[in-house]
């Protein structure tokens, strides 16, 4: 087996991201659409957009997907990870973790020292993940809106 390389892709990574979003959704049990190469390019292009994918060899076994938002109180940033998933055949093995330090790391290095992520309060798993990693609970609850007119 290979060892494990945690990369952040970037504009030119457009292949290597379709393959992990799609990993994702059949992780997630989710629909997905074929996304553009153009609609790729042009996500991984934006500043505030990170997607980190957990390579062993060509292989894409875990992915992280997380937006930087600008602060109003003061002039910084926070990360808020959107997705974390690793394929079933993967799991157990630290890969989420590696996941998240490297997603901790990078943001360090650019000045954010602040991450948070939902989970939901019925998926036990999850929480013990965090918590393993040294979060903090938050007691927060998040609505939903449909744009458009009301």
Do not use: C
């Not at 945690?6 to 030119?12: A, D, I, P, S, T």
């Amino acid at each position: 087996m290979s060892e494990l390389e945690v990369k952040r892709l970037f504009r030119g990574d457009a292949a290597a991201a379709g393959v992990m979003f799609e990993m994702m959704a059949r992780v997630f049990g989710e629909d997905s659409e074929p996304l553009s190469e153009d609609y790729l390019e042009d996500l991984l292009g934006r500043e505030g957009f990170w997607a980190l994918a957990a390579f062993i060899g060509p292989d894409i076994v875990a992915g992280l997907t997380a937006h930087t938002l600008p602060m109003t109180r003061s002039p910084t940033s926070e990360v808020f990870i959107y997705d974390l998933a690793v394929r079933q055949d993967h799991r157990r093995q630290g890969f989420a973790s590696r996941l998240v330090l490297e997603l901790r790391a990078t943001a360090a290095l650019e000045g954010i020292h602040e991450i948070f992520v939902p989970a939901d309060n019925e998926d036990v798993h999850a929480l013990d993940f965090y918590r393993a990693l040294g979060a903090t609970a938050s007691p927060v609850t998040f609505f939903t809106f449909k744009s458009g007119n009301v």
